[in-house]
């Protein structure tokens, strides 16, 4: 069982597509997926949530974290948007607290908001609340996120590569293939 950053570094380079600029932040990266995966493996659930311009990133992941084809346990995701149709009029930290709350209550076991977009965007009011969330921040320095560029012109093929790369690593963790120790 190899331990998460040589496992990533692994990882990336068995990718066929030009994944390599990915070797550089693997030290931002690791941590913040170990964080992820340990909290889907400790029964949370995850929600997420995106800017406007990454909708279909978010479809993208629902359509293929639970495809039956990978013969796997299916995981607990969904998209906040989905949850909750009024999200978008949230604005006051009152608003937030009662969402906040009605996610305590929908899911006992915990959950946390995995944010892709902007970091400006109105939705970070939310993800920026916890330390917990896993945040894929645009055009901003956030801690404990990862960050990317908006006119990054392979910014799609990016997250792909990204999703596919914390879709192995959690259910490498998951079928005890990985030990999550950086």
Not at 12 to 28: K, V
Request: hydrophobic letters at 40%; charged letters at 25%; glycine letters at 2%.
């Amino acid at each position: 069982m190899q331990q998460l950053l040589k496992w990533t570094l692994d990882a990336i380079r068995e990718e066929e597509s030009s994944f390599s600029w990915m070797e550089e932040y693997r030290y931002e990266w690791s941590p913040l997926v170990k964080s992820a995966v340990e909290q889907v493996i400790k029964g949370k659930t995850v929600l997420i949530l995106t800017d406007d311009s990454r909708e279909w990133f978010a479809k993208y992941i629902l359509n293929s974290i639970n495809d039956l084809d990978k013969d796997r346990p299916i995981v607990p995701f969904y998209e906040l948007a989905d949850c909750f149709s009024h999200l978008k009029n949230l604005n006051s930290s009152q608003d937030l607290q009662l969402l906040e709350d009605m996610l305590d209550i929908s899911y006992p076991n915990g959950y946390y908001i995995w944010y892709i977009g902007k970091g400006e965007h109105p939705y970070t009011k939310l993800a920026y609340r916890s330390d917990y969330n896993f945040l894929w921040i645009l055009d901003a320095e956030v801690q404990n996120s990862f960050i990317l560029s908006s006119v990054d012109k392979e910014l799609d093929i990016k997250l792909i590569q990204l999703y596919k790369l914390f879709d192995k690593t959690l259910f490498s963790a998951i079928f005890g293939e990985l030990d999550l120790e950086l």
